[in-house]
């Protein structure tokens, strides 16, 4: 059963920056198509940012120019590289792959942008 292992999470002020880092259990991730998402208190999780397996990227119109995704297909890894942080972009931060067949999710990790 594939793991999802979130880190880099913290308080922040607003203008700074965070990197966030994504571990991935098992043996075929360099051929999936994975995303960050995250969720902010009552309201439903949301896509962010997503990245293929030949590194094409997309991202969430609040956080373009802004936020930037990357893979280390070696080291199972996904990340997220959050600059110029607003107290909007508070929430828990998760990785997973995009589409409809989704892992289950790991625990997050928070991300607190303070004005």
């Known amino acids: 059963q594939v793991q999802l292992v979130e880190s880099g999470g913290g308080l922040v002020q607003a203008g700074r920056s965070l990197r966030l880092s994504c571990v991935v259990s098992?043996?075929?991730?360099?051929?999936?198509?994975m995303g960050w998402y995250r969720q902010a208190p009552g309201k439903q999780r949301e896509f962010v940012a997503g990245?293929?397996?030949?590194?094409?990227?997309n991202y969430k119109d609040s956080v373009l120019g802004r936020f930037t995704i990357s893979r280390d297909n070696t080291g199972n890894s996904v990340y997220l590289l959050m600059n110029s942080l607003k107290p909007e972009d508070t929430a828990v931060y998760y990785c997973?792959?995009?589409?409809?067949?989704?892992?289950?999710w790991g625990q997050g990790t928070q991300v607190t942008v303070s004005s």
């Open positions: 997973n792959r995009v589409g409809p067949e989704k892992w289950s």
């Open positions: 098992g043996n075929d991730f360099g051929r999936h198509y």
């Open positions: 990245i293929t397996s030949s590194g094409s990227t």
